[in-house]
C-alpha cells in the first residue's frame, strides 16, 4: 500500500506541536533553507522520518519522504549555531516551540540536535507542512536514549 502524503495547516499552538510531532527526526541540509524576505516567507525542504507509516504495524517498512515547512507573515529570522553559507551539512528535527511576545508577535523556535536553532518572528501563526513526490526506503530507523 501506497502511503499518503502529508499536508497539514497550522494556526495555532496547538496546530504547530502537530506539525512539530509530524517531523520528529526529520534530516534538513542547511543549504535547503531559503529565507524569502521580501515576500516574508521562510522554507525549510526536510527528509521526513514517516513515523505515523512505522506504527500502523510491525512488519512495515522504515520510509521518509520529502517535505516543505513554510512560515508566512515572517518578521525576521535568526539562527543559531547554523552556519548557512557552509558546505553540506545535515541537521537533526527536534521540536518547535512556541509563544506569543509582548507586541503580540509569534516567536517559533525551530530546535535541532547540537543546539542549533532557528529562530522565526512572525506576525501571526501560519505554516504549513507539505510532503513532495514518493517516500523511499531507509534502513535506519532514529533511536532514542530512555531516560
Known amino acids: 500500500m501506497k ?7 497550522a494556526r495555532t499552538v496547538e496546530d ?4 512539530s510531532a509530524h517531523l520528529q527526526d526529520a534530516i534538513v541540509n542547511v543549504n535547503d533553507i531559503a529565507n524569502l524576505k521580501k515576500n516574508k516567507i521562510l522554507l525549510i525542504q526536510l527528509n521526513r522520518f514517516m513515523w505515523e507509516d512505522v506504527e500502523k504495524g510491525l512488519f512495515r517498512k522504515n520510509k521518509r519522504i520529502r517535505t516543505i515547512l513554510k512560515f508566512e507573515n515572517v518578521i525576521n529570522v535568526k539562527s543559531k549555531n547554523i552556519n548557512l553559507a557552509g558546505e ?3 541537521l537533526d528535527f527536534l521540536t518547535i516551540e ?3 511576545m509582548i507586541d ?10 547540537g543546539d ?8 501571526v501563526i501560519e505554516a504549513t507542512l507539505d510532503d513532495q513526490g514518493e517516500a523511499w526506503d531507509t534502513k535506519n530507523k532514529p533511536k532514542h536514549k530512555e531516560i
Open 16 to 19: 504547530l506541536r502537530v506539525v
Open 116 to 123: 542549533s536553532i532557528v529562530r522565526v518572528t512572525a506576525e
Open 3 to 9: 502511503p499518503k502524503n502529508l499536508k497539514l495547516i
Open 88 to 90: 553540506d551539512k545535515f
Open 104 to 113: 503580540n508577535n509569534y516567536e517559533m523556535k525551530i530546535l535541532f540536535a
Open 98 to 100: 512556541t509563544n506569543q
